[in-house]
């Protein structure tokens, strides 16, 4: 079932002293007071997984690895019930969705190698798996597969002055694909308005829609001890965000 019952109260300050909430008793005048409710929804995920790592340290330390593999089953199912009636029963159905079994294999991968003692050279990969929580559907009126993300980023890491300053400068690029978003039917209605054939236009609800996002860009950061109790740090980015779809 939905976890949250959400009640709202408005209140504006012409109102003059505040007022008591009160809910009138059962049985006064024959009449009986209750809670109803009104609308539901509900949702079952099934995600099942097997996640393996490591890490190591070779070549007299000089290279420190990190790895990882994941293997995750997963599969939805979500109903929402527009109305219900009297006893509480469905009534008016929005909508049903079952998503397919998805199977999928992501892994993560980081490595750093330290040449010489102050100045190494690292590079990490990894894969991500995002199951979609539950809300509208698309316009379609299905449910969402997870969000995949795929991300690397390389770069120098230096250690200088006996490990009182440290840091790192690199390049990094990440994406995600079919990231859910929520919309509302309004926009695209105002375009069909705009053009004067409203006979397009789509239901007043809210939905869901998926769109794809790359960032990348240029990143560094600087730790210098300068004294014992005075530690500086400082970092700076240049990041380029766009939507590809």
Do not use: C
Not at 68 to 75: E, F, H, L, M, N
């Amino acid at each position: 079932r939905h976890a949250s019952n959400l009640t709202i109260w408005r209140r504006y300050f012409s109102d003059g002293a505040r007022q008591r909430l009160i809910r009138p008793m059962s049985g006064q005048h024959g009449y009986t007071f209750d809670w109803a409710r009104t609308q539901d929804r509900f949702q079952r995920q099934d995600l099942r997984h097997l996640q393996l790592m490591t890490i190591g340290a070779y070549l007299e330390d000089k290279l420190n690895v990190i790895a990882g593999a994941g293997y995750y089953s997963y599969k939805q199912y979500q109903k929402d019930i527009l109305a219900v009636d009297e006893r509480g029963q469905p009534a008016l159905l929005g909508y049903s969705a079952i998503s397919e079994p998805i199977g999928t294999l992501r892994t993560s991968l980081g490595a750093v190698y330290f040449p010489i003692r102050a100045i190494g050279v690292y590079v990490n990969r990894s894969s991500s798996f995002t199951p979609v929580p539950s809300g509208d559907p698309g316009l379609d009126g299905k449910q969402f597969d997870p969000t995949d993300g795929q991300g690397y980023g390389t770069g120098l890491r230096f250690i200088l002055f006996d490990g009182r300053v440290a840091g790192s400068a690199g390049y990094y690029n990440s994406t995600e694909k079919k990231r859910v978003t929520q919309f509302s039917s309004s926009e695209i209605n105002a375009i069909w308005s705009d053009l004067g054939q409203t006979q397009y236009q789509l239901p007043t609800v809210n939905y869901r829609d998926r769109l794809d996002y790359q960032a990348r860009g240029y990143e560094a950061e600087l730790t210098a001890n300068l004294f014992q109790r005075l530690r500086v740090l400082a970092n700076v980015a240049f990041p380029e965000t766009r939507q590809t779809n």
